[in-house]
């Protein structure tokens, strides 16, 4: 069983839809979760940051972490066109970043 | 303030050549992170300086080397190219140890491609 699975996609969705994006994860250790979001040839931008269990909102952005079932979840309202992106979720055990381990990502399309 | 920068944008090499890539992270940011992208793979970690010593590495053979400079700035090694190591690489920046450092920043890359 991989550390982190993550659906590829590709997700395609109308603008102005709710997007849930999600991963599991096997190490009930991982303490920090993140969400990335990387579009077309850049570098991932850190989006999210979350720490142990609970609910985190920005803007149209919210992360849920659900540590008992080892599921993590990003929700996007209203989406957007400019939302069209490679989302990477991570985490961590703690004690530097080095330890991160990333999902493969989940490719989003939002259609105008 | 600027954020990480990384060149060059992108890189051809031929199989056996040597590729140097170079990155400088944010002011105030002494830890620096090499990570490969690969169609398919996703990010692999490769290398994390910090403080100008080497504090961990993937699981990449040793032709992946780097160092990091007094001015915390970084440069990756990449020796004895095979067509396998044609990917984005990504470095990122993030405070030292010692802090709270789990949030990583990350460069735009450098797309290397070996032919």
């Known amino acids: 069983q991989k550390e982190v699975e993550q659906d590829p996609g590709p997700l395609s969705v109308p603008e102005g839809a709710i997007v849930s994006l999600n991963c599991t994860y096997s190490?009930?250790?991982?303490?920090?979760f993140m969400w990335y979001r990387q579009y077309s040839r850049k570098g991932p931008e850190l989006l999210m940051y979350?720490?142990?269990?609970g609910n985190k909102e920005d803007g149209r952005f919210t992360a849920q972490v659900d540590k008992s079932s080892k599921y993590i979840s990003l929700f996007i309202r209203d989406s957007q066109p400019s939302d069209s992106a490679t989302y990477l979720c991570?985490?961590?055990?703690?004690?530097?970043?080095?330890?991160?381990?990333f999902g493969k990502g989940t490719k989003l399309t939002v259609n105008p | 303030e600027a954020g990480v920068t990384q060149s060059p944008t992108h890189l051809i090499k031929t199989r056996g050549q040597q590729a140097t890539l170079r990155c400088s992270p944010i002011?105030?940011?002494?830890?620096v992170y090499w990570y490969q992208q690969a169609l398919g793979l996703g990010l692999q970690f490769l290398l994390w300086?910090?403080?100008?010593?080497?504090?961990n590495r993937g699981n990449f053979p040793p032709r992946f080397s780097g160092r990091q400079f007094p001015n915390y700035s970084s440069e990756l090694n990449v020796n004895a190219l095979e067509l396998e190591d044609s990917a984005l690489y990504l470095c990122?920046?993030?405070?030292?140890?010692?802090?709270?450092?789990?949030?990583?920043?990350f460069g735009s890359g450098t797309q290397l491609s070996v032919l």
């Open positions: 990122a920046s993030s405070l030292g140890i010692g802090t709270v450092n789990e949030k990583l920043f």
């Open positions: 190490n009930s250790a991982f303490q920090y």
């Open positions: 979350t720490y142990s269990s």
């Open positions: 991570a985490m961590s055990l703690g004690g530097g970043s080095e330890k991160l381990v």
């Open positions: 002011s105030g940011h002494t830890s």
């Open positions: 300086y910090d403080e100008g010593e080497e504090r």
